[in-house]
């Protein structure tokens, strides 16, 4: 089983390989590591960090993704994050739009507070529960080779991708994005609408 | 009589250009729902638990998409942490409650989030109306419509079971 292997890939280094040209991809990076980790690429407006919203990461993602069929979105996340909205991927499940990924990054643990192990640490397989929700696609990943055929199957937009990475839990500096609300959504939403986010009727 | 309530709540979603109506079904809601699945411009959600509808919201409007979450009473207390997003994002959403635990409920189950629906709304910041009789219902939802998107914020309607009728548990 994937999580008993030894070497494990390093979570900063799959981020970046996952936003490297990123063209017109959306991203939403769940709370604690995920959103430090897609800030360590590279601030961007089209960038959604989360400060909160525990368990909400996948259902935004599917909300910018009903949003904006024509852009890639990527839903960049933990094993935490992920396994407190595995209802989310029944919702996605029966919805399935083709520019929706969903990337886990898993490192079995639950790194802010504390490095407690999480349930991912004991054996549920998160790709297999997105496979039984319905999703075509459910993939474990444990190889860089896998990740970068992973970034090109997410600007592909052909269908709903769903793949859980098995990262090393290592503690790493913070890369702190803002953490302001009003500042994230503006920015997001001028960069992705232009001035029009202000009239919005 | 006038056109049921349902029918005046669709044309506020058509008149607000909503585009995205997320819901954990309620039996008060059945007609609003049929009518809006009807309309393939209006993309329905089905939730599994109505948090995920207050998460969806964030990510519609990021994406320039209005949406509304319908919901049961019993729903508003599964989404009391995600509503800190609305808040803190100044996020717009209009959620549509339909009540249980007030006028004339049977099951003593659904008491204790009825009464504290609109309490624990409006502690997390949620503008709060109810409409307790059915001429009341479309003017709400039309006030909780404008005020969520044109200042930014959640705004929820309850809509009573005096309105709705309490449901009976018999055949």
């Known amino acids: 089983m994937a999580s008993n292997s030894g070497q494990r890939l390093d979570r900063r280094e799959v981020a970046k390989v996952l936003l490297h040209d990123r063209g017109d991809l959306l991203v939403v990076a769940g709370l604690g590591a995920p959103a430090w980790d897609a800030t360590h690429v590279g601030d961007h407006p089209l960038n959604f960090p989360l400060w909160g919203g525990m368990g909400g990461a996948t259902a935004i993602g599917l909300g910018l993704a009903i949003a904006q069929p024509m852009r890639p979105v990527l839903v960049l996340t933990g094993d935490g994050e992920m396994l407190m909205g595995m209802g989310s991927l029944a919702t996605v499940g029966i919805d399935q739009p083709a520019n929706l990924s969903i990337v886990v990054l898993d490192n079995e643990h639950y790194g802010e507070t504390g490095m407690q192990e999480s349930h991912t640490a004991r054996g549920v397989d998160l790709a297999a529960a997105a496979l039984a929700s319905g999703l075509k696609s459910g993939v474990m990943v444990t190889q860089m080779e896998q990740v970068i055929a992973l970034r090109k199957a997410m600007h592909a937009m052909q269908g709903t991708v769903f793949a859980q990475i098995k990262v090393a839990a290592d503690k790493l500096p913070l890369a702190l994005p803002p953490r302001d609300g009003p500042y994230l959504k503006n920015r997001f939403r001028e960069a992705l609408l232009g001035s029009q986010a202000y009239f919005q009727k | ?171």
């Not at chain 2, 009391?80 to 189950?109: H, K, Y």
């Not at chain 2, 909780?144 to 309607?157: D, E, F, Q, S, W």
């Open chain 2, 1 to 171: 009589m006038s056109a049921h309530w349902s029918e005046g709540i669709y044309q506020l979603f058509k008149q607000q250009s909503i585009r995205q109506v997320s819901l954990v079904p309620d039996a008060g809601h059945s007609r609003l729902i049929k009518l809006c699945e009807a309309d393939a411009a209006l993309r329905m959600v089905r939730l599994t638990t109505e948090e995920e509808g207050i998460a969806l919201a964030v990510g519609a409007w990021l994406g320039g998409d209005k949406s509304v979450l319908l919901m049961q009473s019993s729903g508003v207390g599964n989404c009391i942490n995600m509503l800190s997003m609305l808040q803190v994002c100044q996020i717009p959403l209009a959620m549509l409650v339909t009540m249980r635990g007030d006028w004339g409920e049977f099951n003593p189950w659904q008491v204790p989030m009825g009464r504290a629906a609109k309490t624990v709304l409006e502690e997390m910041d949620v503008l709060v109306t109810s409409a307790q009789h059915e001429d009341e219902v479309v003017p709400a939802a039309e006030g909780a419509l404008r005020i969520a998107y044109n200042t930014y914020r959640p705004a929820a309607v309850l809509i009573g079971q005096r309105v709705l009728g309490a449901k009976t548990f018999t055949d």
